[in-house]
């Protein structure tokens, strides 16, 4: 298995632009994570998916931000309208139900 | 609430001697707990798990403790290489994993 494949691996926008990063999680697995690192803040979760559907969004950080599921093998994390304060590596993983997280090899995102 | 913290921000260590790094965790419910190592420009990278029904787990020279009395997680490194240089990251997890900022190992020649 290829792992989990992220991508871009590194954009580079301007404050207000919409950013869409994409993951491709390992088959079969029924869990799927975004999390963001930043240096102060180290890696916080986001939201995860179990099946599919969104379970946890509480570390979100406001309506800028959403992500979708729509099937076992791809998820998006959008971001919109950007801001300089979301430049980070965002991180997607997934599991099986139960053991580690994989994670890929992240999406360093620079707004301008 | 749910938390990790790590005590120390950095670790240097001298090659062939070994290291321990520390973790702590808030939340009672947490039944699984992870040490991650992450390289520079990569993802974290799974090293060693243990459930709370055990206390000692060990690995290829690694071996993690858990005291649930007092909410303590350390990762223990035989004989540090300077391969061994790297951030490492405890999670806990009931469900979702919970990360700490991470520790800086720096392996000194």
């Known amino acids: 298995d290829a792992g989990v494949i992220q991508s871009p691996r590194h954009e580079v926008t301007e404050m207000g632009q919409e950013v869409t990063l994409r993951c491709k999680p390992i088959?079969?697995?029924?869990?799927l994570f975004w999390y963001r690192q930043t240096m102060m803040r180290g890696l916080e979760l986001l939201i995860y998916f179990n099946n599919n559907v969104p379970i946890d969004d509480s570390g979100m950080p406001e309506d800028r931000f959403s992500a979708k599921m729509p099937n076992a093998s791809f998820s998006t994390l959008k971001i919109q309208p950007s801001e300089p304060r979301d430049s980070a590596v965002y991180f997607c993983a997934s599991k099986q139900n139960t053991g580690e997280l994989f994670f890929g090899e992240g999406s360093r995102l620079t707004v301008l | 609430g749910e938390s990790v913290g790590l005590h120390l921000p950095t670790l240097s260590v001298q090659e062939g001697d070994n290291s321990i790094i520390n973790c702590a965790y808030s939340?009672?419910?947490?039944?699984?707990f992870i040490w991650y190592k992450q390289e520079s420009g990569k993802g974290p990278q799974f090293i060693i798990d243990i459930r709370s029904n055990m206390d000692k787990r060990q690995g290829q020279r690694v071996t993690v403790l858990l005291n649930k009395t007092v909410k303590h997680l350390s990762l223990q490194i035989a004989a540090t290489q300077p391969g061994d240089s790297a951030v490492y990251f405890c999670?806990?997890?009931?469900?979702?994993?919970?990360f700490g900022t991470g520790t800086r190992l720096k392996v000194l020649a």
């Open positions: 088959s079969g697995h029924d869990y």
């Open positions: 999670a806990e997890s009931p469900v979702k994993y919970i």
């Open positions: 939340n009672s419910a947490s039944d699984y």
